[in-house]
């Protein structure tokens, strides 16, 4: 008998002896001490064998079911999500990036402290082999780093991958502990607000072509928010945590936000309002010409920097076409640390509610504001971030933007209306009785080498019908349907699967005239 087997029959006679002493009036001290022994025996046995005989013992009642914040995607949902992601990189090469790709988990010093109040979401890790390690929280602080430590000064890269956050997930709305990222990020030294435009002109591309509905892309920044916090009389050292709170305006109505400044963070009553007064507004170029008239904001270089580039930028911003998809709106606040100059973000929009004060502080012209229902792209500039990161402290200025791809999957996946293609299968080869299989795979192994996706049945002696049905659900466009008339004559059938018309085509030429069939879809 082995030492495993040994174990295995010591477990199930202390279990007979547990049960029995539960079923007579043992004393409880007597209950407890061989239950006990019965664990003790079964944490031997997880030891020996890496657990596994272990779980099979104690999960016999296992629930099986996805963590807490993730899912299962199956082909469909598979297929959708990568249609999103090759309209996603097009945009993205398009603007001439190119990509890399950093761990799935970094030290934890990495990524701590550039994240403010969030950075209690980060997933920690357990010492490995005297490593404290983290999962990455977002790919920003990672390519800091990468550009950081190469001692890369110029780059326009994108990247695409999951990200770890200990958050309170919302399935529905698209919001997961585990998820993907998308980000395009440009990093160098460049003359004031062309990256940053083209950002923009990234976001409002890529919404553009997933079609997900209206949409608005929030400018603001940060240099002006802290001009705007000094003005109204917050103390330097609350900038950040009065930020934060300003960054949930798109969640929560300016009272709730008032209230959390006073009583939690213990800003005087009378100087929240006077920041109330500024997240109130958005606009345009009058925007910018308002604030630049401000008596405060003129006293106070930083924001005068910010005003600047404001302008700057929604000129280049309506060069490149943009100019009605994009707001200067001062209750964007994004509470991440890192960020230094320009931030946006793209939300989109939902039905008319109360009206806004515009730039000129009246009510907007329009008759109702439109409201937004979720951010689904957000980023701006970090020019202080990747110094953190290089041996000598060199700067290396960057603005990016993140494309929240989940959300937009959740969207498009509730809007979708008819069965997504799960394959890229362009021709299948049928037989129209039996015997033919031997054809069959010479026919399909002719088509694979010359390129084609093509597929057929596993079973030698498929009914027609079948075969023909299969084609239909799956949406493969063409068939090549077989028969010992039609090959003694060296034709085969080429069917066309939606409109169900045949055509006999000679073998000799049949990859040919596949090409040019399906040239023209």
Avoid at 22 to 47: F, H, P, T
Avoid at 491 to 513: F, G, H, Q, T, Y
Wanted: net charge neutral.
């Amino acid at each position: 008998m082995t030492e495993k087997d040994l174990l295995l029959a010591q477990i199930t006679a202390q279990g007979d002896a547990v049960r029995k002493l539960k079923s007579s009036a043992a004393a409880k001290e007597k209950i407890d001490e061989e239950v006990a022994k019965l664990l003790a025996l079964k944490a031997q046995l997880k030891d020996l064998d890496g657990g596994g005989q272990a779980a099979e013992v104690g999960n016999k009642n296992l629930v099986l079911k996805t963590a807490k914040g993730t899912r299962d995607y199956g082909p469909e949902s598979m297929a959708l999500r990568q249609q999103i992601f090759d309209k996603v990189i097009a945009v993205f090469k398009k603007h001439g990036a190119e990509t890399i790709d950093t761990p799935v988990f970094e030290l934890k010093e990495v990524l701590t402290g550039k994240y403010g109040d969030d950075s209690k979401l980060i997933y920690d890790l357990k010492d490995q082999g005297g490593e404290i390690l983290a999962l990455r929280y977002d790919l920003t602080v990672p390519f800091a780093r990468f550009v950081g430590m190469g001692n890369v000064f110029h780059i326009r890269r994108y990247h695409i991958a999951k990200v770890y956050r200990r958050d309170n997930p919302s399935m529905t709305k698209g919001r997961y502990r585990e998820f993907y990222q998308c980000d395009f990020d440009i990093a160098g030294t460049y003359d004031p607000m062309l990256p940053d435009a083209e950002c923009v002109k990234v976001v409002v591309e890529i919404l553009s072509s997933l079609d997900i509905g209206e949409f608005v892309v929030k400018l603001n920044h940060r240099k002006l928010l802290d001009g705007m916090f000094e003005a109204c009389g917050v103390p330097a050292d609350k900038f950040r945590t009065i930020c934060s709170s300003v960054d949930k305006l798109d969640k929560s109505p300016w009272e709730e936000v008032r209230r959390e400044m006073i009583a939690e963070k213990g800003l005087d009553a009378s100087v929240a309002d006077r920041i109330g007064e500024f997240v109130r507004l958005s606009g345009g170029v009058e925007l910018v010409d308002k604030l630049a008239e401000d008596e405060n904001l003129k006293k106070i270089k930083p924001a005068l920097e910010g005003i600047a580039d404001m302008r700057l930028l929604l000129q280049y911003c309506e060069i490149f076409g943009v100019k009605d998809q994009i707001v200067f709106d001062l209750s964007l606040a994004r509470g991440l640390d890192y960020y230094t100059g320009v931030i946006y973000e793209a939300v989109l929009k939902a039905e008319p509610t109360t009206p806004k004060v515009n730039g000129g502080g009246k009510a907007s012209s329009k008759d109702e504001e439109e409201v937004t229902v979720g951010s689904v792209a957000g980023g701006g500039r970090y020019d202080n971030l990747v110094g953190m990161f290089n041996p000598k402290r060199k700067q290396v200025p960057c603005v990016g933007v993140s494309i929240g791809v989940e959300r937009i999957f959740s969207i498009l996946e509730g809007k979708a209306q008819q069965k997504v293609r799960t394959t890229e299968v362009e021709v299948y080869v049928a037989s129209a009785h039996k015997g033919l299989h031997l054809k069959r795979l010479e026919v399909l192994n002719t088509l694979w080498n010359a390129g084609f996706k093509a597929e057929h049945s596993y079973k030698l002696n498929p009914k027609l019908l079948v075969q023909l049905q299969y084609c239909e659900e799956y949406q493969i466009p063409y068939a090549i349907v077989l028969g010992d008339g039609e090959l003694s004559r060296g034709v085969v059938k080429l069917r066309e699967i939606n409109s169900r018309k045949e055509e006999e085509i000679p073998l000799e030429s049949l990859a040919e005239e596949l090409r040019k069939r399906l040239a023209v879809q």
